[in-house]
């Protein structure tokens, strides 16, 4: 519990943690040819959760070093009591393809806004396979590696017959929401996701 005589040492933690937010706060990690990951805030301090977690005792210690507060972090993590951890949050903007959105958005836990191609009218951006992140020779064991660039090639035709019927319907003054149907799942989206920290500890764990 935060006291007269804590309060100082309180404000002073959290004051560290903003620093070392405000640091980041922009980093960018691009993945593949077009998708990104961008950190655009952060709520919550190590303090913070300390503070959460003494809650559960009523516990009034006049001392909250930064040692202590680094035991601790570092006791509830190692013993699963993560629930504290949920004072917290990140937000990030993130750009992936919709098959790659669908599944992720299954984090149902997350708070997110998508771009909205009612509203808005698409690039055409798609991803495509390259040799960094073609997969299929390991999905079927019965997969002919011989055939792998054809099969690259039709993905890139469907892709850009896909997006041209997409464009040739915006030109004709159909509206977005209706012209969107056309785009393919491998389309890009970009939206702003906000997960609070314990939440987004379990699922990056799960992959």
């Not at 006791?75 to 790659?100: A, D, L, W, Y």
């Not at 495509?128 to 590696?145: G, N, V, Y």
């Amino acid at each position: 519990m935060i006291t007269k005589d804590t309060s100082g040492e309180y404000i002073n933690e959290v004051k560290k943690s903003y620093e070392r937010i405000s640091e980041l706060l922009g980093s960018k990690i691009d993945v593949g040819k077009a998708g990104y990951v961008k950190l655009i805030n952060a709520y919550g301090s190590d303090a913070l959760i300390v503070e959460s977690a003494r809650q559960s005792y009523k516990m009034e210690d006049a001392e909250l070093t930064e040692a202590k507060i680094d035991n601790m972090i570092l006791s509830m993590t190692r013993n699963g009591h993560t629930s504290p951890f949920e004072q917290c949050s990140i937000t990030f903007k993130i750009k992936m393809p919709i098959f790659v959105h669908r599944q992720f958005s299954r984090n149902r836990t997350a708070r997110l806004n998508e771009a909205s191609m009612r509203y808005t009218k698409s690039n055409g951006e798609c991803w495509e396979p390259d040799d960094h992140t073609w997969e299929m020779r390991i999905l079927s064991k019965d997969f002919d590696e011989s055939k792998e660039d054809s099969i690259i090639n039709e993905m890139e035709k469907s892709n850009k017959a896909s997006v041209e019927v997409y464009n040739n319907l915006i030109n004709e003054k159909v509206v977005p929401e209706l012209a969107r149907i056309t785009l393919p799942l491998s389309s890009y989206t970009e939206f702003v996701w906000n997960m609070d920290l314990n939440n987004l500890r379990k699922m990056l764990r799960r992959f």
